[in-house]
């Protein structure tokens, strides 16, 4: 499997802290719709949809403690494992996201007839 990086903030057009911190954001790779957050120590992507029913977690609420917290039914993701609360069971697909001198990458697994 191939990770292709895809630059979504430019530090020189998007500032040097183009999102807030505990803010939550839904952008799209590949026709595919990703959640992105900013903690203290960087972004973090996770799916945008909530496998409970469906919710865009971008429009959700990021804690202190690593969370993303659903707008609809309030269930809960690790931003950083995307594991659920266990009484949940469920979890959310993450991304890998890099912090360059020019900007924050998301990684996208592209299929070979992508390339
Ligand atoms: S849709 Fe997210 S908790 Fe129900």
């Given at each position: 499997?191939?990770?292709?990086?895809?630059?979504?903030?430019?530090?020189?057009?998007?500032?040097?802290?183009?999102?807030?911190?505990?803010?939550a954001?839904?952008?799209?790779?590949?026709?595919?719709?990703?959640?992105l957050t900013r903690?203290?120590?960087?972004?973090y992507?996770?799916?945008?949809?909530?496998?409970?029913?469906?919710?865009?977690?971008?429009?959700?609420?990021c804690?202190?403690?690593?969370?993303i917290?659903?707008?609809?039914?309030?269930?809960?993701?690790?931003l950083?494992?995307?594991?659920?609360?266990?009484?949940?069971?469920?979890?959310?697909?993450?991304?890998?996201?890099?912090?360059?001198?020019?900007?924050?990458?998301?990684?996208?697994?592209?299929?070979?007839?992508?390339?």
């Amino acid at each position: 499997m191939a990770i292709r990086f895809y630059k979504i903030y430019d530090f020189k057009q998007d500032g040097s802290e183009p999102q807030a911190l505990y803010s939550a954001r839904t952008i799209e790779i590949e026709n595919k719709r990703i959640c992105l957050t900013r903690l203290p120590d960087g972004y973090y992507a996770i799916d945008d949809a909530c496998p409970h029913a469906g919710a865009r977690l971008g429009l959700g609420k990021c804690t202190e403690d690593e969370m993303i917290i659903c707008p609809i039914h309030r269930y809960q993701y690790n931003l950083k494992t995307g594991r659920g609360l266990p009484k949940q069971g469920d979890y959310v697909n993450t991304y890998p996201t890099e912090t360059r001198a020019d900007g924050v990458y998301v990684g996208f697994e592209k299929k070979w007839w992508q390339f």
